[in-house]
């Protein structure tokens, strides 16, 4: 079994399809001999031993509710707990996270490569819900962003539109890109009033949080362009039990980094994956996630084409929440 720092440089390095499937292969390797909730579950399948990614079995994503999911090197000596926005009755997931510096390594690249550098704009965030509730991973993220930013107008808007929107005219006298994560409703709100956000990018980041009833993803979005004064909104896919995230950049696709990849399986057999362009329940392999599970099978439908993906739905019988998923 490879050393975790060899393995975590390899997963950041991946150029290649043969470059994943040996780190995919390597993190499993760890992960069914020290996450001792993952072994049970592999061994509870007879699946230990995949000579390909596609092979390795799939953690439902419901474990991070019921189970401390940890290398039991890290169990009691993890860095933080993120939380899932918890916007049902429901239990909030719970992901231990015994590395920071693994996430923010994989954000920074991530939104550096999609969106823009972080040090060279101004972010700002309106995310009243994550921000109250605590314990969010997005908000981890947002903050990490700001605070690299070094901008005295970079920060969290929570209970004030017009302090936002005073902060974005002065920021638009400025040479910098303008960035604003901001939650759906909160969005919707300001896109009745009809506020003119032209020349900032806006990532929405989902969800309605019980605060509005849901819409598909693109009524919303249109409905924002036409309030805001954008030709197009960008879109963040990530949740709590992850430690990557992936945009898009207006259209319907995300992308991934190249450490993270979406299969899609079967709904009515879930060891059988699906080709692209075939709907089915999501996989997620984010391999970011070594200290915990990298291999996880999420409640969410959708469809993949290479490195891009789409979002569609979510399971029936699944629980609503915050990870950017507007139902049709």
Request: with cysteine; proline share 4%; hydrophobic share 40%.
């Amino acid at each position: 079994m490879q050393e975790t720092p060899t393995i975590i440089e390899s997963l950041f390095n991946i150029k290649t399809e043969a470059d994943f499937n040996r780190a995919a292969l390597s993190v499993f390797e760890y992960q069914f001999h020290k996450v001792g909730v993952y072994r049970d579950f592999c061994k509870a399948l007879g699946r230990t031993s995949p000579k390909h990614y596609t092979e390795i079995p799939f953690l439902p994503i419901s474990f991070f509710k019921t189970h401390q999911i940890i290398a039991e090197d890290y169990k009691f000596k993890h860095e933080v707990i993120f939380k899932s926005s918890g916007t049902t009755l429901g239990t909030r997931s719970k992901h231990y996270v015994a590395s920071l510096d693994i996430y923010e390594r994989s954000f920074l690249h991530t939104f550096s490569e999609q969106i823009s550098n972080p040090e060279e704009a101004i972010i700002m965030a309106l995310l009243p819900n994550y921000v109250q509730q605590g314990d969010s991973s997005l908000v981890y993220m947002v903050d990490h962003l700001i605070r690299m930013s070094n901008h005295s107008l970079s920060g969290f808007y929570l209970s004030d539109p017009e302090l936002l929107v005073e902060a974005i005219e002065k920021a638009k006298n400025e040479s910098r890109p303008i960035v604003l994560f901001g939650v759906s409703y909160a969005l919707l709100d300001f896109a009745e009033k009809k506020v003119d956000l032209s020349g900032v990018t806006i990532i929405e980041t989902g969800g309605m949080k019980g605060k509005r009833k849901e819409m598909i993803k693109e009524e919303l979005h249109q409905i924002l362009k036409e309030g805001l004064n954008v030709p197009k909104i960008f879109s963040e896919y990530g949740m709590t039990e992850l430690l990557s995230q992936a945009y898009t950049d207006g259209g319907e696709y995300f992308k991934t980094p190249s450490w993270m990849k979406i299969l899609t399986r079967d709904v009515n057999d879930p060891f059988h994956l699906l080709p692209d362009s075939r709907t089915g329940g999501v996989n997620i392999i984010d391999l970011a996630n070594i200290y915990s599970c990298a291999f996880i099978a999420t409640d969410d439908l959708g469809v993949k084409a290479g490195n891009k993906f789409k979002i569609l739905g979510r399971f029936d019988q699944s629980d609503m929440r915050g990870c950017n998923l507007l139902v049709n």
